[in-house]
């Protein structure tokens, strides 16, 4: 029988003809990868589908554009022996790179986030794909360089990746202003490898946002939110030079264990913090360099601590630190390693769990040098400070509320000066060594020149506040300047003092008139006279009176008044200094300066009494009459205890 095509059904096969261009079948919106192992390929701008697990092989590369879209199936991953170049050129949606599941549906601020896969329920989860593996172990080369990237809703585990981006053995790469979020386990994990990490943000994913094990390296301005523990976690070994630095709210946390290698230095600059897992310790056979600014410190503590860094560990305040939650800080310097410990401006709290090799916060043991200068240790579980068989300088640093000793001295000749040792367990300096321990406030008491045991009035000792009260003893107390007993000039290189102390050749003084200051290199000393590398450059002379002061007792950063003397403890020498509450002209402790001040002050002029002797160099001269005319009127004056 013979068969006809209507006209209607003619008219609309050719209508269909020409109107599907213009309705694209959904399959064709994207590109889809089903799996496999792949050479060089280009995956340009646009949405890719990738339903099978994919792997690049060594020698090849991946280059993913900006402004593609990336989606994982369920379980997938993305292995790489070769190169993944992923790199974006900014944040706008035709110059990022994202990788992330295909039931995500909006990206970055409820932007579209590419097309939708069939199968997507639009409601994304952490672990809803594998991550990125870049495995250059053995010959591989592993390498990921990704710029401007979004990965997220990875790292689902079981999982090679085991992160959203795992760099493992790669032989190099970076990681650059990129976000890693919503990761079931870490946003980024990297080991025993280099790549650069610097510029990233790490948020809400489910273990640590950055982790390094193994092999470590240097990283700095990264940040992060709301991951389950909120820090760069680091677990290893530091063999080359590196720095670590972190924001204030996103600290590095010593997961366990942490070795410097000998002949490496890790650089700890202002404003880190480092928090210590339960039984951590910080081993340090080359150098710790950790010299911090008095405005900006560098932080050493426990993990369960909030104060410094957040609620790291996210429990909220279901735990709290204690002494001993970790180990402390070993610097072993035995036979030829260095050993160096470097602390300025630093603040240790909450170690000396024992048993473990530093058996304090700090533990100086045959190290080649170091110092523990502006620094607090407290909340030990044993020993603040814990030297043996070396000398590192300890200056104007406070030891306080640790459960054994404040510096225990095992073995060598430590100079310390300008320090506090208050509230700790058993006596304030203890050990068979010999301290050479002068300026100092001690509790019990120990001999040394101009050492005091009286109660340095901390404003919350209890709570780790240890400034001082306006009427401490502690305040002016520190190491003295000297005076002049000669009338000092432009050109001369012998100044003659009336006693030379803590002054060696080699250190640097000032010499001041109480308003101008100059520095100059000491070359040689006796008992009363001190010469000079370079002769006084200023043009005014320096007559008797005048005064000389070493590095030491340097009090020019302590507000006005500051007495010419550099007050004990950690903010000696800072603007944190208390001395400008206090005031000195309060002859009666009657909380004003008045008319009976004046009385006092006046028939006390010209003379030494040291009531009278507001800035504590021996004479009631015009210096004092300055600080006594500020102050007069004043009806705030603290009364001391």
């Known amino acids: 029988m013979k068969h006809t095509m209507s006209v209607k059904y003619f008219n609309f096969l050719v209508l269909f003809t020409l109107v599907l261009p213009v309705f694209p079948s959904a399959a064709l919106a994207y590109t889809e990868h089903p799996g496999g192992t792949i050479n060089s390929e280009t995956w340009g701008p646009g949405t890719h589908y990738v339903s099978g697990a994919v792997t690049v092989n060594d020698n090849q590369v991946l280059t993913i554009m900006p402004g593609a879209v990336v989606k994982f199936a ?121 790549p650069t990490v610097t510029g990233n943000v790490f948020t809400g994913n489910e273990e640590y946002g950055l982790r390094l094990l193994g092999s470590l390296i240097s990283f700095s301005g990264n940040t992060g939110s709301g991951n389950g523990t909120n820090g760069i976690g680091v677990s290893g070994t530091v063999s080359a030079d590196q720095t670590w630095s972190c924001a204030s709210t996103f600290p590095i946390v010593l997961v366990s264990s942490v070795t410097v290698n000998d002949g490496n230095t890790l650089t700890l600059p202002a404003g880190t913090i480092i928090k210590a897992d339960s039984d951590v310790q910080l081993t340090v056979y080359g150098t710790l360099d950790a010299n911090a600014t008095a405005e900006d410190w560098v932080v050493f503590t426990s993990l369960k601590d909030d104060e410094y860094g957040g609620d790291t560990n996210g429990d909220g305040s279901t735990t709290s630190p204690a002494p001993g939650d970790w180990r402390g800080i070993y610097l072993n310097g035995y036979g030829a390693d260095d050993g160096i410990g470097e602390f300025d401006y630093c603040l ?75 509230g700790d367990t058993f006596a304030e300096i203890s050990g068979t060594g010999s301290p050479i321990v002068t300026y100092c406030d001690i509790q019990g008491g120990y001999q040394g020149v101009a050492n005091i045991d009286e109660d340095p009035l901390f404003v919350d000792a209890e709570n780790g506040d240890y400034y001082l009260h306006a009427c401490s003893p502690c305040i002016d107390a520190g190491d003295p300047v000297e005076s002049l007993t000669e009338d000092y000039t432009s050109g001369d290189f012998v100044i003659a003092v009336d006693l030379v102390t803590n002054i060696s050749a080699g250190d640097w003084i000032w010499i001041t008139n109480g308003v101008n200051y100059e520095n100059d290199e000491v070359v040689n000393i006796t008992e009363t006279t001190i010469g000079i590398a370079n002769g006084f450059a200023n043009s005014y002379a320096v007559a008797d009176g005048a005064y000389v002061y070493t590095a030491t007792s340097d009090f020019s950063n302590e507000p006005d008044p500051n007495g010419l003397r550099i007050n004990m403890g950690a903010y000696g020498d800072t603007t944190m200094a208390t001395t400008t509450t206090v005031c000195k002209g309060d002859s009666d402790s009657d909380s004003d300066v008045d008319g009976s001040d004046l009385a006092v002050f006046a028939e006390a002029f010209g003379s030494s009494d040291e009531v009278a002797d507001l800035d504590g160099d021996g004479f009631v001269d015009e210096s004092d009459l300055a600080t006594f005319a500020a102050e007069f009127g004043r009806t705030d004056c603290p009364i001391c205890p």
């Open 74 to 194: 369920p379980n997938t991953q993305l292995t790489v022996y070769g190169t993944l170049s992923a790199q974006g050129t900014g944040w706008e949606e035709d110059n990022r790179i994202v990788f992330t599941s295909m039931d995500d549906d909006s990206c970055m601020d409820d932007e579209t986030c590419g097309e939708i896969i069939p199968g997507s329920d639009s409601d994304p989860l952490k672990g809803n794909w594998r991550g990125i593996y870049l495995n250059g172990y053995g010959v591989d080369d592993g390498i990921g360089e990704f710029d401007y990237c979004l990965i997220r809703y990875g790292g689902n585990s079981p999982g090679s990746a085991d992160a959203n981006v795992r760099f493992y053995y790669s032989d190099s790469g970076h990681f650059t202003n990129s976000i890693s979020e919503f990761s079931a386990t870490d946003g980024v994990r990297i080991s025993n490898c280099s």
């Open 348 to 422: 240790i709290r909450y170690g000396g769990n024992s048993p473990g090799s530093a058996d304090a916060n700090v533990r100086f043991y045959y190290s080649d040098s170091g110092h523990f200068t502006n620094s607090i240790s407290e909340f030990s579980a044993t020993d603040g400070v814990w030297i043996s068989n070396c000398s590192p300088a300890i200056t104007n640093s406070t030891v306080s509320n640790n459960t054994q000793h404040g510096l225990n001295v095992s073995s060598g000749s430590p100079i310390v000066t300008n320090c506090i040792f208050w």
